[in-house]
């Protein structure tokens, strides 16, 4: 069976330093990867995908994931956090072939502290 | 056009109430979704519509009732709920394949039963 791991459920860091949110996954068949965040009382926003291609993919906000294919890994990566990217982050696996999956990590609450 | 929107955004409803939940997207996207979201919960797949036709029903009680009157629009019909119930619903687009798109999601109804 598949599912996803969000091993951190919070992860306190000071402003300007940097943060990685991790996620591993199982699953016997190809997978794409999601990260979303979600900011209180709001619905999830992409915040960046791996379909295929380069295993490092970027967001426009600063924040970058690299699929590790070998240890089943996506995780989250900002070098320099700011106090607006405090929120919940999901990380999401669909399943490439047979019946439809589209799992959701359990959350991780980042908190950027001053 | 790339939003999703929701209305209303907030509800309270007492247990012998019937009302409905509505979610609307302009983006020429074939699936659209239904979660629940518990607090600090991930989202709960209730339903998916792929050319407004119900192809997952991830065994929802039947005092919830989905709605997909053409392509752009979806309605969840509730009548009888439980405080269990109370949650902050999420209503979801994708492209036509409901398997490796990124999904794009409206920022929620936020319901509460009595």
């Known amino acids: 069976a598949q599912s996803v791991t969000q091993l951190d459920s919070q992860v306190p860091v000071f402003e300007e330093a940097p943060v990685e949110l991790r996620c591993n996954y199982s699953s016997s068949v190809s997978v794409y990867l999601f990260w979303y965040v979600q900011y209180p009382n709001q619905g999830l926003q992409l915040l960046l995908k791996?379909?295929?291609?380069?295993?490092l993919v970027e967001s426009i906000n600063g924040f970058e994931a690299e699929f590790n294919k070998s240890q089943t890994s996506f995780h989250l990566r900002k070098p320099s956090v700011h106090i607006s990217d405090t929120a919940e982050y999901f990380c999401a696996v669909s399943i490439t072939s047979g019946t439809y999956k589209y799992i959701f990590g359990t959350g991780t609450r980042l908190k950027v502290l001053a | 056009d790339t939003e999703v929107t929701q209305t209303p955004k907030h509800l309270v409803m007492g247990m012998t109430n019937k009302k409905s939940l509505k979610c609307e997207q302009h983006?020429?996207?074939?699936?659209m979704y239904w979660y629940k979201q518990k607090a600090k919960k991930p989202p709960e797949l209730m339903f998916v519509y792929s050319y407004e036709k119900l192809s997952i029903n991830e065994s929802v009680p039947s005092r919830f009732s989905p709605e997909c009157p053409n392509s752009s629009l979806l309605n969840l019909h509730l009548h009888a709920l439980q405080p269990e119930d109370s949650a902050l619903y999420l209503c979801?687009?994708?492209?036509?394949?409901?398997?490796?798109?990124?999904?794009?999601f409206g920022p929620g109804t936020r319901l509460t039963v009595l």
């Open positions: 979801a687009s994708s492209q036509r394949s409901l398997v490796n798109n990124e999904q794009f």
């Open positions: 791996y379909l295929s291609g380069s295993t």
């Open positions: 983006m020429g996207h074939r699936a």
